[in-house]
């Protein structure tokens, strides 16, 4: 179910004489069970997440992100809205609850990265045998600008799953990497280049706590500014490596 149609299912629900009951659920589950027994709408619950995983109700034990993903697994098992259940919108302040809503949001628009990504990848692997290594560099540029124009973009859903599929489809200029380093190295070192590819792991798992402590001391628009700076850098690099397709050819 789409934003827009579980907000309409939603609201409909609300304009109909009469009430509606609508149930919590803490699992795919549950949700299922709930949906069979007849209900139209579920809840998420803080408490019922907090119980099932042994942590405190209400503390901010439960972190956000798994909070939403309940919420988003719960909508997908069963085609109904979901309530969600974001304890005190996580933060004393305003602009805490309205980052909080954003994140809900944004949680619906991460599938549409994922199938960017699924298509990138075949993408991408075509273009580096056809235009050469280098031109995969083009991907990061676009990720670089996908994420400006995610900022600048109007809230429009449709837009922004668009710009969403398009950033996860660029992610994949990366996918020729391995083979690419492999064909700069000398034969004697393809496998020491291999290696040297899989050590690119270390910035992946550096980089979320990097720009998780941007984002908590200057915000998250320059977090994504910063991600969109450091694309646009390594694309860069990137024409700066030797070409190897013609070499290949010959």
Known sequence: MSI???????????????????PNAWDGASAVLLKQAGF??????????????GRQDGAHAVSLADSIANAALLSRV???????????????TPEDCVATVEAAVAGGLVAWQFAGNVCGGFFWGWAADRFGRRFNALGFLMAALAIAFFLAAPTNL????????????????SVIWGPWLAELYPPHLKSTAASIFNWGRIISFFAPLITAGIANRFGLATAMLSASLSFSVAACIWLMQRETLAKQRT
């Open 4 to 22: 827009t149609s579980a907000y309409e299912q939603f609201r409909a629900l609300h304009e109909r004489p009469g009430a509606f009951v609508m």
């Open 78 to 92: 069963t085609g109904l809205p979901v309530n969600g259940d974001l304890e005190d919108g996580y933060g004393p």
């Open 40 to 53: 139209e709408a579920l809840g998420s619950s803080s408490f019922a997440i907090a119980a099932a995983m």
């Open 158 to 173: 449709l837009l922004l799953r668009g710009i969403g599929f398009i950033y996860g489809g660029t992610l994949c200029a």
